[in-house]
């Protein structure tokens, strides 16, 4: 409980989430508003925070993410230690805490659990919320028993602001434009809040209101090149080949809005009653062309070991695709709840509700395939980017560029539409002195969280077509720097040809059945209910603090989904199947907390935590490529995660700064991870990948944080070290380190503010980690180091203007994977350079 004022007798001290502390007092004690200005105040705010935390929680304040170049959530938490981030088309997605992927930690919005738009996943995309709707973001990497339990890597919970929290009435305004060097085009960004304390029921500045709205068009563009290998054996022995060769060119129209109303009111100094609403939505239309070259589909005649030949490669294996879709993206959370402080024990309660959709009506892809004659490649491998040559009987060939060689083959409808509804009620009571004992104060509570996701995913192939060219469709040839993409081609012309003559694209009649199966494979129905008590006890002397307590969860799960077979003709069918399981844990924790001295902490703690499979994990559904001869299966059998967890963290607090170490480690029963085979005997030649429960898991860390004022200079960095350890059945004898588990990753920022100037350097840095388990170690897939390099500066024209400058990633820096070794690159995307300006200020 965080109150503006506080009666006479007690003073009420926000530690965590969730949890509070009280000491009496002879005068009343009023909190003190901060206003933040610059780069020092925000972030002495988030040390504040951090300093008064029961756990080993970290905090970043709206001002502290107007300092970065930061367009949302994800971005902002990148810079915390222990924190790290995956990229989608070049902005943060998912947060990944101590080595964890980000579906083992959990997401709130005004403290309620918010669902995920993602067809299966428990990950939740925070690039969906940006940073102009919120006014505080906090992630506890260890949680009290009052918390969630469903947090291995963390909990994150991201707070809108209250009007309680300024001085009067406010208008906060920014304004930018944003330049891409790739697409060569500008993009708005707007950002407005409004908040106030007005008289209401008779009160005297008891009825806060808090309003926030942002708005982001982002156009631009990635240039994206993609390899596959595989184990040949047309010479007699096997080898690692070239399997295959995507060129693939992007072009996206990314647009954010966001909205929050607070509402709060405050009849007297001991009561409280507030709603909170958030909504976000993400729109994403997206354009791209591929060329693909297929070169399993020749006999490999030579091969040195990195240099080879395929000759009579088919002619349908050289393809070129279109595709076009709108993806939208809906978060609406609604909390309402009260807070109470009463003689001898504290009240709290919240009702909430959040819906989160998908929607991609429109994903059509339109496949063109080449006609004239088979054709031979040349190939190197092993050396980072594959290079190829195409030739006809020893001559380099160019016909495969030549789009009147291409005829349609077929067009791809992929529909997707996914609704999670989340339901949450919790109350919690604090008594004080318990049991008479002055020092010691004794919570519990209850949580009940009820979950509901509708997945109806489709692919529909349209494969009796008219005769159509792929000529017509022919623009100019687009920029790309990785090899000869060829020919651009029109989405907009052939989707017009389409829809206008749309009777003429059909399912063959032999396809039907199949048709109609795949449209029902990756679909389900889930529920999940989880009941949730708990006991706390909290023991506090003049310079330690103890916290013991346990949590009880019980959870419910059902679904209903379908069933992959083939028959001994290899023909396909689908069946209903409907699956529940249920289960407890009990989750006990020990949180300590000792003042070494007035400016040095010691916190220790020990603590259980679970995760839940994703619900496309455990949940009867298939999803089959049969081009690309690729199931992905989900798995009922799976059990959830259990992690027990030691902590300790020392910091050192100095005039306007703080250093921090710690170290920390997490034994992890029944780890999830993906598994790739092409040795599955009921589906035989298909590469088949399903989750499976690893036989152990551990992670090792040690965490630096480092927060330095030299005069007009702030000087900030971290840095963390993993060591993780996980073991599968299926690779029996090997070990390998957690998916999503950078060993190393940091940030490094230098800031600069002496007069109406302020600027801020950033570096964020991860190192590699593994993505997918195949196999064999040459068929592990691997996400390359990343570096990024960020600058952002402002300048005050006038009191309430500021002119802001932000140039993203300055060193260009790409996104990369590769499969078994650094050589192979598997997937390597880049984005360019974003330049912007603009306009913010307060008033």
């Known amino acids: 409980m965080n109150f503006r004022q506080v009666p006479l007798a007690i003073a009420v001290t926000a530690l965590s989430a969730g949890s509070t502390s009280l000491s009496y007092a002879q005068q009343p004690a009023i909190q003190e508003e901060l206003v933040v200005t610059g780069q020092r105040e925000a972030r002495n705010e988030a040390i504040d925070l951090y300093r008064d935390s029961d756990s080993i929680t970290n905090f970043i304040a709206s001002d502290a993410m107007g300092q970065f170049v930061d367009q949302n959530v994800a971005e902002s938490l990148q810079r915390l230690p222990g924190v790290s981030i995956s990229r989608d088309q070049g902005e943060g997605r998912f947060v990944s805490v101590r080595g964890v992927s980000a579906g083992l930690s959990s997401v709130s919005i005004n403290g309620m659990r918010i669902g995920t738009p993602e067809d299966g996943s428990r990950a939740v995309p925070l690039d969906v919320i940006p940073t102009g709707s919120v006014e505080l973001i906090e992630i506890t990497k260890v949680p009290t028993p009052d918390m969630p339990g469903d947090a291995i890597g963390g909990a994150v919970n991201v707070k809108s602001g209250s009007a309680f929290d300024y001085d009067g009435e406010t208008f906060r305004y920014r304004a930018e434009g944003s330049y891409n060097e790739l697409s060569e085009k500008t993009s708005p960004k707007l950002q407005a809040n409004y908040t106030d304390v007005v008289n209401a029921f008779g009160g005297s500045e008891n009825f806060g209101i808090s309003l926030g709205a942002n708005f982001l068009d982002r156009e631009f563009q990635s240039d994206n090149i993609e390899a596959a290998y595989y184990e040949n054996d047309d010479l007699g022995e096997t080898v690692k080949a070239l399997q295959e060769v995507q060129l693939r ?425 993906e598994f790739t085979t092409t040795n599955n005997a009921e589906f035989a030649g298909y590469e088949v990948t399903t989750p499976v429960n690893g036989t152990d898991a551990s992670v090792t860390g040690v965490e630096f944080n480092l927060e330095e004022q030299l005069g007009a200079f702030l000087i900030g960095g971290n840095l963390t070290f993993l060591d993780t350890e996980l073991s599968l059945e299926q690779r029996d004898g090997e070990t390998f380190a957690l998916p999503e588990s950078a060993e190393q990753s940091g940030n490094l920022y230098v800031g600069y503010e002496m007069g109406r100037f302020s600027t801020r350097l950033s570096i964020s840095h991860r190192d590699e980690y593994l993505s997918e388990v195949g196999d064999s170690q040459a068929f592990d897939i691997y996400v390359a180091p990343h570096t990024q390099v960020d600058l952002t500066a402002s300048y005050r024209l006038a009191e309430s203007l500021d002119l802001v400058f932000e140039l993203v990633n300055i060193n260009d820096e790409p996104l990369e994977l590769y499969q078994g070794s650094e050589g192979y690159t598997y997937q390597l995307e880049e984005y360019g350079r974003t330049v912007s300006f603009g306009v913010k200020g307060s008033f």
């Not at 490649?377 to 495969?400: C, V």
């Not at 029902?520 to 006991?535: H, K, N, P, R, T």
């Open 249 to 673: 060119k992007y072009y996206v129209n990314r647009e954010r809005i966001g909205a929050n109303v607070n509402l709060e009111y405050r009849p007297d100094d001991t009561s409280r009653y507030y709603m909170n609403t958030v909504f976000s939505r993400f729109s994403d239309a997206e354009t791209r062309q591929r060329s693909i070259y297929v070169f399993e589909d020749g006999t490999l005649t030579d091969f040195d070991g990195n240099s080879g030949t395929f000759e009579d490669i088919a002619e349908d294996g050289f393809r070129r695709r279109i595709r076009f879709r709108t993806k939208e993206q809906d978060t609406t959370a609604l909390a309402l709840g009260g807070e109470h402080i009463m003689e001898s024990m504290e009240l709290d309660y919240q009702l909430g509700y959040s819906v989160t959709r998908e929607k991609v009506p429109d994903e059509t892809e339109g496949r063109f395939e080449y006609q004239t004659q088979e054709l031979d490649g040349e190939f190197t491998i092993g050396q980072g980017i594959p290079s190829f040559r195409i030739l006809n009987q020893g001559t380099e060939d160019t016909s495969h560029l030549n789009h009147a060689e291409y005829l349609l083959d077929r067009v791809v409808l992929e529909p997707k539409f996914i609704d999670d509804d989340d339901l949450n009620f919790s109350a919690n009571a604090l008594f004080r002195d318990a049991f008479g004992q002055r020092n010691f104060s004794l919570k519990t509570g209850i949580d009940f969280r009820a979950k509901s996701k509708d997945v109806d995913v489709n692919e529909i192939e349209l494969r009796d077509v008219p005769e159509l060219g792929l000529e017509p469709y022919t623009i100019g040839a687009p920029d790309y720097p990785f090899a000869n993409l060829g020919e651009g081609i029109s989405e907009s012309m052939f989707l017009s040809d389409f829809y206008a003559d749309r009777d003429a694209f059909q399912i063959r009649p032999q396809d039907e059945d199949e048709a109609r199966e795949l449209q029902q494979a990756e679909d389900f129905v889930a529920d999940e209910d989880v009941l949730a008590g708990y006991l706390m006890g909290t023991w506090q002397a003049d310079n330690w603090q103890l916290i013991a307590g346990a949590r009880v969860e019980y959870t419910d799960y059902s679904a209903t989904g379908n069933q992959l077979e083939f028959d001994e003709n290899g023909d396909l069918s689908i069946t209903s199947r409907s699956v529940e399981s249920d289960y407890s844990n009990v989750l006990p924790g020990l949180h300590y907390r000792y003042n070494l001295s007035d400016d040095m902490v010691l916190r220790a703690a020990w603590s259980t935590t679970i995760a839940r499979p994703s619900f496309s994990d455990i949940s009867p559904r298939f999803s089959i490529n049969r081009e690309d001869l690729e199931i992905d299966a989900g798995n009922p059998e799976l059990d959830p995660y259990q992690s027990t967890n030691f902590d300790i963290m020392f910091d050192w607090y100095r005039d306007g700064g703080v250093m921090s170490a710690g170290i920390f480690h997490k034994d992890i029963d029944d780890y999830i991870a």
